[in-house]
Structures are given as structure tokens and as C-alpha cells.
């Protein structure tokens, strides 16, 4: 049974940048497709890229491409979602997610990002 | 990208109601739709994969069909636990995945 535990709330102010953690456990890491979803207030969710550790290599919507890095670190079983210049619309839940065969089956807990001055 | 509009946005019934939600893909995506749930603070539970093949553990009540651009998620004889959000999502042109924008479902 695989498992994601994410990193914990944040606030940030405006300009600044966040990384958010997602640990994995249970199944084999490198071969999961970690992806990275938000959900603004009030909003839909809103797919910002992922990652297979194997591969090492991510893709990012076009919306975020220069803002977000997405890595994976295959020793500690984490993955790593980082948004640079917040603004106050970068203010969500960012969840962490698994895919596998196509479907986001196994989801983190969410962290809430708050981008406030 | 491909645009997925849901409706109704929400939804009021009752406990032992039928009701059925649609989403509606900008343009064909096969089978290739998923469904999921969520509930207040908590993230979503994958409830259906590719327009009808229930996850394991969900309910038979939950029943999902369609395909090309018009889906529908069923639930029938809703119970209090099934009182939540419910989100389409497409898996055919990716990335990036699209979503809904939700249906919540409430009792009345």
C-alpha cells in the first residue's frame, strides 16, 4: 500500500518561493509517476507537473514552466515540488499525487500554501 | 488543452435518491475519464477509472458510463457518507490533466 505523507502549512510572503516535500512509502519509488496537483479556494484543481524518479526527469504545465521545479530524491523516497515568485493567487493546497494507469489513485494529505504580505 | 465542464455545479437529495452527474469533455476522449470524491479537508478518493471500472473497495452503488465528450456518474440509493464533491477528470491528452470544476452534492 503506498503511501504519501506531504510536508507541513506554509506562509509565504509575495516574491518569495516555497518547497513543499512529499515522502513516500510502501511499493517501489523510483518507478512511481509523482505528480503535483492545487486547489485554489473556491477553485478547481489545476495539474502543475510530475515526475518518474527513474527517469529523472519532470514535466510542468506550460502555465508554471520557469516558476516550478520538480525533483526527486530516490534515497530518501521524496519528492519535491518548488514554486518561486508567489503571489497571492499561488495561495492552495498543493497535493501530491500518484498515477498510475492514468488515474491519480493515491493522493498526499495537502499542504496549505498561504502567500500573504 | 482539453476543457471538462461538469454539471449540475450542485445539487441537493435526499438519502436513498438516484442521481447523476455529467461532464462533458471539448472534444472526444474516448473512455479515458475518471471520477473521484472529496470531502471537506480531506483530498479525493479515486472513485472510477476510465468512464465505468469501479476502484476497488468503492460501493456497487457507483456507476460510472459514457464516452467521446458526454459521461455520467450514477449513484443510487445515496447513503449520508456519500455527501460530498465530485470531480471529472480526463487522462486521454496528457499532460496536462484537466479537471471539472465539481459538483457538490448535499442533502436536502
Known amino acids: 500500500q503506498v503511501l504519501l505523507v506531504q510536508s507541513g502549512a506554509e506562509v509565504k510572503k509575495p516574491g518569495s518561493s516555497v518547497k513543499v516535500s512529499c515522502k513516500a512509502s510502501?511499493?517501489?519509488?523510483?518507478?512511481?509517476?509523482i505528480n503535483w496537483v492545487r486547489q485554489a479556494p473556491g477553485r478547481g484543481f489545476e495539474w502543475m507537473g510530475g515526475?518518474?524518479?527513474?527517469?529523472?526527469?519532470?514535466k510542468s504545465a506550460e502555465k508554471f514552466q520557469g516558476r516550478v521545479t520538480i525533483t526527486a530524491d530516490e534515497s530518501t523516497s521524496t519528492a519535491y515540488l518548488e514554486l518561486r515568485s508567489l503571489r497571492s493567487e499561488d495561495t492552495a493546497v498543493y497535493y501530491c499525487?500518484?498515477?498510475?494507469?492514468?488515474?491519480?489513485?493515491?493522493w498526499g494529505q495537502g499542504t496549505t500554501v498561504t502567500v500573504s504580505s | 488543452d482539453i476543457q471538462m465542464t461538469q454539471s449540475p455545479s450542485s445539487l441537493s437529495a435526499s438519502v436513498g435518491d438516484r442521481v447523476t452527474i455529467t461532464c462533458r469533455a471539448s472534444?472526444?476522449?474516448?473512455?479515458?475519464l475518471n471520477w473521484y470524491q472529496q470531502k471537506p479537508g480531506k483530498p479525493p478518493k479515486a472513485l472510477i477509472r476510465?468512464?465505468?471500472s469501479l476502484q476497488s473497495g468503492v460501493p456497487s452503488r457507483f456507476s460510472g458510463s459514457g464516452s467521446g465528450t458526454d459521461f455520467t456518474l450514477t449513484i443510487s440509493n445515496l447513503q449520508v457518507e456519500d455527501f460530498a464533491t465530485y470531480f471529472c477528470?480526463?487522462?486521454?491528452?496528457?499532460?496536462?490533466?484537466?479537471f471539472g470544476q465539481g459538483t457538490k452534492l448535499e442533502i436536502k
Open positions: 499525487v500518484r498515477i498510475l494507469w492514468a488515474l491519480m489513485d493515491v
Open positions: 510502501g511499493g517501489t519509488f523510483r518507478n512511481h509517476a
Open positions: 515526475i518518474i524518479p527513474f527517469f529523472g526527469t519532470a
Open positions: 472534444q472526444s476522449i474516448s473512455d479515458s
Open positions: 476510465s468512464a465505468s
Open positions: 477528470q480526463q487522462s486521454y491528452s496528457t499532460p496536462p490533466y484537466t
